[in-house]
């Protein structure tokens, strides 16, 4: 299995050397090595980034891959992941209910509207207030 097999789009460690090597020629070789990554949520300032701890080879399935292993996980945190794991077993849920709801051919038209307003009503919505010009 070659690098192009796995990710044709990849630098290769030659590749990679070189330009770490031309950095490092123009005067930047004290800096940190990051990788920059999507915490999932808009930000604002710098590039999200997570410094670069090590490099291994792969072995087993990874065999013939190089990887760099960054200081903190990349990516959104655990929280995150749980409440949108958990946001979309709701929506899944509603889905489903919705659906039943839709093709109860017990229900009426009115019976209906009413368990689906039920059904996605926001209980943090409030009332309108009403605007006085």
Do not use: C
Not at 20 to 37: F, S, W
Not at 78 to 106: C, H, M, P, V, W
């Amino acid at each position: 299995m070659t690098t192009s097999n796995l990710n044709p789009d990849a630098l290769s460690v030659e590749m990679l050397m070189a330009a770490l090597l031309d950095v490092v020629a123009r005067g930047h070789g004290h800096l940190p090595v990051e990788v920059p990554y999507n915490p999932g949520e808009a930000h604002v300032g710098g590039t999200p980034a997570k410094g670069i701890r090590g490099v291994s080879l792969g072995f087993d399935w990874d065999h013939g891959r190089v990887f760099v292993h960054t200081t903190e996980p990349l990516g959104a945190n655990d929280e995150r992941f749980q409440a949108l794991g958990k946001r979309a077993d709701e929506l899944a849920f509603k889905q489903y209910r919705a659906r039943s709801i839709l093709t109860n051919a017990a229900l009426s038209d009115t019976e209906r509207v009413a368990q689906l307003t039920a059904l996605f009503a926001d209980p943090r919505a409030t009332a309108p207030t009403k605007v006085t010009g």
